[in-house]
Nanobody, 127 residues
């Protein structure tokens, strides 16, 4: 059974950092494009950053220069390193896997392209 499990969320002050993890079971993450998404209360789900099967990345303008996605194939885990966090980054963060061959070389942060989703982890940025 394919499963994604996020962890690493929590409460952090503005300007702080967090690293989210997305661990996979039942499949090998490096065979898929992986995306991070977030959803704040009352708002639509937003694509944050993604990494293609071949390792190229893409990101939303709102997190440019602050968030970094990476993949550890040995641990079958994808990470989202977040620095300089702002209150508007508060949301539930989800990771997702895409089987689309269109995302082998270049990935998109469009949620429609992703097939398997984790349950999410809460990130709260507040003083």
């Amino acid at each position: 059974q394919l499963q994604l499990v996020e962890s690493g969320g929590g409460l952090v002050q503005p300007g702080g950092s967090l690293r989210l993890s997305c661990a996979a079971s039942g499949f090998t993450l490096e065979d898929y494009a992986i995306g991070w998404f977030r959803q704040a209360p009352g708002k639509e789900r937003e694509g944050v950053q993604c990494i293609s099967k071949k390792g190229s990345t893409n990101f939303a303008d709102s997190v440019k220069g602050r968030f970094t996605i990476s993949r550890d194939n040995a641990l079958n885990t994808v990470y989202l390193q977040m620095v300089s966090l702002k209150p508007e980054d508060t949301a539930i963060y989800y990771c997702a896997a895409s089987v689309s061959p269109d995302q082998n070389y270049y990935c998109s942060v469009s949620a429609d392209l992703y097939d398997y989703w984790g349950q999410g982890t809460q990130v709260t940025v507040s003083s």
